[in-house]
DNA sequence: GCGATTTACGGAAGGGTTTCCATCATTTTC
DNA sequence: GAAAATGATGGAAACCCTTCCGTAAATCGC
């Protein structure tokens, strides 16, 4: 509010706001000159443009972001929004995301979602006129109500382990998935495979409770509703360890009824399904198989066998094809599915186990 | 902040490009006066206020976040440059920082950083003039020269696990914690106590050592090189599980030698540490003693006896700071150090084990 | 050698806000 | 009832850039 004097005149240089107003007066040109100089239009000689180059430097200019940005109506950013909750899964992903976003010199501004209600706040931020050059929703059913305003803003939107017909999305074959990991426990000679799954409210996990019920159909075995566990009083969709030790011991209260090979929709729900095991006095894999999803980087340390995404590559795919939309709006909407791949590791009982 | 969204109606207008004036001409009104409305200056009537909400509604007007910074000289905007190699520390920070963030109604624009020199190119994107009014670095030394930039900009900078006495600072007392730690083991009886650590590069890895150091001296026990291993072909600053398996490999290799407890300097290394005496047919924490640092999720999961950083609460604080600074940049430089306190879980061997 | 192109350049206009200042209408004060 | 204070308002200026248009000089074609 009072700001007088700088207290140091030490530093008469400061970073005070050099503008091209003031490298043109410098230098004797005009600032169009300024401007084409530094956006490397063809038509500058080479003198003048060394010129400015130079006062430019000597002046230690510094374009203003915001003014470009206004000018050029273009905000060299895209933003993510995506669930926090679905932690080691998203984070790869995202991983892949900022790579190729900052390979491009664009900015990534983040929305992290810990309650679902959050959405559509974000959305609405994302949405300010001009904010954003595109948005990627991660791993979340994006409500109707907040799909259709974004369809109306016309602006690049991509889905990210997520499907809707009205935009691009990359997304992983989770039925498919679910499928081969079922159907692997079933060769290996289980006659009951039960599954922990996560909250129906996400789509991918409905997918793999579908995947897995044609497997046991295909191999007739009957599906009945008792072989699923949902962890009850779980954050958020239940993709996470708590939630799969809840299932697992919901299993365990089974007694002998209890299936002996298991497919968890994710691999941190695997992890806490293996805590619960373990406390009730069951080994994996001697006791009981279990196959995961995702191929987090704990899969490996604990062993387990599970449908690997390629993440790092979805991320990446995602910034592309939506680089690829702003470019050309009209282009036609594509959705990408990967194929998970089976990972066999000890946790499911397939390997001999000469280690230890 | 007052964005006026109206539910789809077919609205005349489409997401064309409304501006103050369009609403000024429509309600009679200058210019200067919608501006006041839509900021909640207080010197509006109350019927020229509600005309004006009405047509910006009507209109589906949304302010041009970018031309309102250049007016406003604010970026509202805060950057973190965090490296997406500490993972799992850095997540949990990440949203606290993204709540405080999102709370206060900025934009977080996130750059990871993979490789450490990176973070030059990063610093100096983050730097452009206007574009952020904020910049957190999160558990990374910074190198000298963009520290001295830093500086020449006068731009509020914070540093998150990591300290430089000329910038606000958030940490964890390192030493300290890794002394409990390895008193913690001492005092279990054990009187060889190995330590797995990180790259020396990394400031926590560091002080770390210094604490595991005293502490054995303190307690009469003789520091030897050799009680210390550092995963060689590791990504990065050895933050990792790879790192934690290979180091504890080489321990292994000392046969009858090897200590029987170990202090790691991240629970991520000691799971890796945990692979490597499982491999090797050892115990924990029958055989070997082990505790970690950080408190990941994971460490519950793996009944690690850790050091918990709170982790959330650091990056609410690092930006609530920030903030701070922003509205008075001649604050004193203040640094705030959490003590990590001692979570005894199984895997140090204290608890009596009646669960499995 | 002279009109027709081409090329380099200056600077106004535009991008969409906020803020400040002047103006005018109301109230208040004595 | 006049002077002064107060309050609401309009709109120019500022924020800092890019882009477009017009001009002047240089180059070309024959």
Redesign the pocket.
């Known amino acids: 509010m009072c700001s007088f004097g700088s207290p140091s005149k030490k530093s008469e240089v400061m970073a005070k706001?050099v503008?091209?107003?003031d490298i043109a007066r410098e230098a004797?040109?005009?600032?169009?000159?300024i401007?084409?100089v530094?956006?490397d239009h063809?038509?500058?000689?080479p003198?003048?443009r060394k010129k400015v180059i130079d006062v430019a430097k000597r002046l230690n200019y510094q374009?203003?972001t915001y003014?470009?940005r206004?000018?050029?109506?273009q905000s060299e950013t895209i933003s993510a929004v995506i669930p926090f909750f679905t932690n080691y899964f998203f984070i790869e992903v995202l991983r892949g995301v900022q790579d190729k976003i900052s390979e491009l010199g664009y900015d990534l501004v983040l929305y992290g979602v810990e309650r679902p209600d959050q959405v559509e706040g974000y959305a609405a931020r994302a949405l300010q006129?001009g904010k954003v050059d595109g948005i990627l929703f991660f791993s979340m059913k994006v409500p109707d109500k907040v799909l259709a305003r974004l369809k109306e803003t016309n602006l690049p939107i991509g889905l990210v382990d997520a499907v809707s017909p009205e935009f691009d999305s990359i997304s992983v074959a989770n039925a498919e998935g679910a499928y081969a990991a079922t159907t692997h426990l079933i060769e290996l000679g289980h006659r009951s495979v039960g599954m922990i799954n996560a909250q129906s409210v996400s789509a991918p996990a409905l997918e793999r409770l579908q995947g897995y019920r044609r497997a046991l159909e295909r191999h007739g075995m009957p599906f009945t509703d008792e072989l699923v566990k949902i962890g009850k009083n779980s954050r958020q969709d239940g993709f996470n360890r708590d939630a799969g030790y809840e299932a697992m011991m919901e299993f365990v209260k089974l007694g002998s009824e209890m299936p002996k090979a298991f497919f968890a929709s994710s691999d941190i729900q695997a992890m806490g399904a293996i805590s619960a095991l373990t406390e009730s006095g069951f080994r994996v894999p001697e006791d009981v198989a279990l196959v995961g999803f995702d191929d987090i980087e704990l899969a490996r340390h604990m062993r387990l066998t599970t449908m690997r995404q390629p993440m790092f590559q979805m991320g990446v795919l995602a910034i592309e094809r939506l680089v690829a939309r702003m470019s050309n709006p009209d282009m036609e909407i594509l959705h990408t599915t990967f194929s998970p791949t089976l990972i066999v590791r000890e946790s499911c009982g397939a390997l001999t186990r000469n280690q230890n």
Chains 1, 2 share one sequence.
């Open positions: 706001k503008t091209i107003y004797g040109v005009g600032i169009g000159t401007s084409r530094l956006n063809p038509s500058v000689t003198e003048t374009p203003h003014a470009q206004l000018a050029r109506r006129r």
